[in-house]
């Protein structure tokens, strides 16, 4: 059975940084693609990264190119995904996804989610 938890969430300040884990099991880890997708109320799905197998191509939304860092540790069979320089408009809930060995965007399971907010 495959399972995707995430953590690393909370309150954030603009201009801060936030690590986000995803704990895999229940597959193959190393063979297959990961990646984090984000939701906004109101908005719907938003594919922020993506990356291989093996960790060695990535994929960023380009509004976040230069400030998020996607990796992988196929040993440990977790997936971060590092935020630094936050902005208001990262708040969201976001998911770690598990994809095909071809492509991250073919899902066939998400985690439930870590919430990223701002404190006023």
């Known amino acids: 059975q495959v399972q995707l938890v995430e953590s690393g969430g909370g309150l954030a300040q603009p201009g801060g940084s936030l690590t986000l884990t995803c704990a895999a099991s229940g597959f193959t880890f190393d063979m297959y693609q990961m990646g984090w997708a984000r939701q906004i109320p109101g908005k719907g799905l938003e594919w922020v990264s993506g990356?291989?197998?093996?960790?060695?191509?990535?994929w960023y939304l380009p509004s976040v190119k230069g400030r998020f860092t996607i990796s992988r540790d196929n040993f440990q069979n977790i997936v971060r995904l590092q935020l630094n320089d936050l902005k208001p408009e990262d708040a969201a809930l976001y998911h770690c996804?598990?994809?095909?060995?071809?492509?991250?965007?073919?899902?066939?399971?998400w985690g439930q989610g870590t919430q990223i907010a701002f404190s006023a």
């Open positions: 990356i291989s197998h093996d960790g060695r191509e990535t």
């Open positions: 996804a598990k994809g095909s060995r071809w492509s991250y965007r073919e899902v066939d399971s």
